[in-house]
């Protein structure tokens, strides 16, 4: 039953999830109404949700315009989904504009495949990550996509390896204007910006460690199946899978060296897995077990998110 609701694209399925993320996205910034007493911190509640909106629709247009899913609405589910197991990130102003820009930088990644403009779309993937660096630094990790995307697709051109070093220069411009007009402290910024804690002992209560324990669960199981079915899928978008795993390890690796260490730093993680998870749904198996599927997931995301508030 819930596998139909989504099995088809319609904007019906769409409007479904829009209303869902409102409905959660009010019940956690309604715990504390201080916000609405200021015009603008009303604008900034608005406008975090747009943006995560946007990431969750830019991640549907990444697996329909390149193909690595049917005609079906469960890659937003999943993303919206993924999403609950967090609820205090829906007020991490940084991490969701970091993602946002990766977001928009692994859809050109990702369309690099059809090797038409590959040099606009390397440039510009780089700059959309030197720019979601500024708000959370070690988000620069993901540069290491666009070399491996280079590698499994234009490395002959020499031209293509200079690109992302131009495009840095670019973003430092950039940052360096912003600095010059605000009266920003560039060294102290880069001094606190790039730290790194290895340590996972942030938890302040033990639901957050549930929720975290059950999110590595359920990403382990998806990446399991994955690589279980990866020789299944066409050849064709077998570079586009890869670079969808490495975008997911290469968010695990945010997480683990990232300094105010907090759940929400998976959120790097929730578009390439909810892409897998999309993925696994989809094989040709069993309907009762795609809704028990569904069904333990959507349980595990509401017990996180109604266990945090």
Same mark, same amino acid.
């Given at each position: 039953?819930?596998?139909? $609701?989504?099995?088809?694209?319609? /904007?019906?399925?769409?409007?479904?999830?829009?209303?869902?993320?409102?409905?959660?996205?009010?019940? =956690?910034?309604?715990? +504390?109404? &201080?916000?609405?007493?200021?015009?603008?911190?009303?604008?900034? !509640?608005?406008?975090?949700? *747009?943006?995560?909106?946007? &990431?969750?629709?830019?991640?549907?247009?990444?697996?329909?315009?390149?193909?690595?899913?049917? +005609?079906?609405?469960?890659?937003?589910?999943?993303?919206?989904?993924?999403?609950? @197991?967090?609820?205090?990130?829906?007020?991490?102003?940084?991490?969701?504009?970091?993602?946002? @820009?990766?977001?928009?930088?692994?859809?050109?990644?990702?369309?690099?495949?059809?090797?038409?403009?590959?040099?606009? !779309?390397?440039?510009?993937?780089?700059?959309?990550?030197?720019?979601?660096?500024?708000? %959370?630094?070690?988000?620069?990790?993901?540069?290491?996509?666009? @070399?491996?995307?280079?590698?499994? %697709?234009?490395?002959? +051109? =020499?031209?293509?390896?200079?690109?992302?070093?131009?495009?840095?220069?670019?973003?430092?411009?950039?940052?360096?204007?912003? #600095? #010059?007009?605000?009266? $920003?402290?560039?060294?102290?910024?880069?001094?606190?910006?790039?730290?790194?804690?290895?340590?996972? +002992?942030?938890?302040?209560?033990?639901?957050?460690?549930?929720?975290?324990?059950?999110?590595?669960?359920? #990403?382990?199981?998806?990446?399991?199946?994955?690589?279980?079915?990866?020789?299944?899928? /066409?050849?064709?978008? %077998?570079?586009?899978? !890869?670079?969808? $795993?490495?975008?997911?390890?290469?968010?695990?690796?945010?997480?683990?060296?990232? &300094?105010? !260490?907090?759940?929400?730093?998976?959120?790097?993680?929730?578009? /390439?897995?909810?892409?897998?998870?999309?993925? %696994?749904?989809?094989?040709?198996?069993?309907?009762?077990?795609?809704?028990?599927?569904?069904?333990?997931?959507?349980? *595990?995301?509401?017990?996180?998110?109604? &266990?945090?508030?």
């Amino acid at each position: 039953m819930i596998t139909s $609701v989504f099995k088809k694209s319609t /904007p019906l399925n769409f409007s479904l999830v829009v209303i869902l993320m409102l409905v959660f996205f009010s019940i =956690y910034q309604f715990q +504390d109404l &201080s916000w609405t007493n200021s015009v603008l911190l009303i604008l900034k !509640k608005g406008m975090l949700f *747009c943006i995560l909106l946007a &990431s969750i629709f830019i991640t549907n247009f990444v697996v329909k315009k390149n193909g690595l899913s049917k +005609d079906s609405a469960y890659t937003v589910f999943f993303y919206f989904l993924f999403l609950l @197991f967090f609820p205090s990130l829906l007020e991490n102003t940084n991490l969701i504009f970091s993602n946002f @820009f990766i977001l928009l930088a692994l859809r050109r990644l990702i369309s690099l495949q059809s090797l038409k403009a590959s040099k606009e !779309k390397i440039f510009d993937a780089s700059l959309w990550i030197f720019l979601a660096s500024l708000f %959370h630094f070690w988000s620069i990790i993901f540069i290491i996509l666009v @070399f491996i995307s280079i590698i499994f %697709h234009v490395s002959r +051109d =020499y031209r293509n390896w200079f690109l992302p070093f131009i495009a840095f220069f670019t973003a430092a411009i950039i940052f360096l204007l912003y #600095a #010059a007009v605000f009266n $920003v402290n560039v060294l102290e910024y880069v001094t606190r910006s790039v730290t790194m804690d290895f340590n996972i +002992d942030y938890f302040t209560n033990n639901y957050q460690n549930a929720a975290f324990s059950i999110y590595a669960t359920i #990403a382990l199981f998806f990446v399991v199946s994955m690589f279980a079915t990866f020789s299944h899928r /066409p050849q064709l978008l %077998h570079v586009s899978f !890869k670079k969808i $795993v490495a975008s997911f390890f290469i968010g695990i690796v945010i997480f683990l060296i990232s &300094s105010n !260490k907090s759940n929400g730093l998976l959120l790097f993680t929730f578009a /390439p897995l909810a892409i897998m998870a999309t993925s %696994h749904i989809e094989i040709v198996q069993l309907k009762l077990k795609q809704e028990i599927v569904l069904f333990v997931f959507i349980l *595990c995301s509401l017990f996180a998110f109604f &266990s945090q508030l």
